[in-house]
């Protein structure tokens, strides 16, 4: 597990997916420090380090990257930790529009492709 701080290449995200999933790589952004956590079995062992770190829940989301794909589905907004209804989201996608821009945008910041 690691938070990327700078920058992460698709190369080394693709050797996560390898190391994991074969071909997707779990991954948590805070929206608010603009941090993604990356390369766990568990969104919640992200979110866990997430808030080891300073991150507060409310601006923990759930996402996953397939590092293989090179159209929009290379981002997916899917896991458990999303679920939060005292935040109007009752799914485990990200149902805030606003929300899933700024995680498209800080993706786009960090992973260099």
């Known amino acids: 597990m690691q938070i990327v701080r700078k920058i992460l290449t ?7 997916a390898a190391d994991t ?11 608010d420090r603009e941090l993604i956590a ?47 209804p005292s935040q109007g989201n009752r799914s485990r996608g990200i149902e805030n529009e606003e929300i899933r821009k700024k995680i498209i945008k800080i993706a786009a910041e960090r992973i260099k492709r």
């Open 21 to 31: 999933f074969g071909n997707m790589v779990k991954a948590v952004i805070d929206v």
């Open 38 to 84: 990356v390369d766990a079995e568990l969104h919640s062992d992200l979110e866990a380090l997430l808030l080891e770190d300073g991150s507060k829940q409310k601006n923990i989301w759930g996402i996953n990257f397939y590092p293989e794909i090179q159209s929009d589905d290379f981002l997916e907004f899917d896991s458990m930790i999303n679920m939060r």
């Open 10 to 16: 698709l190369d080394e995200l693709k050797q996560m």
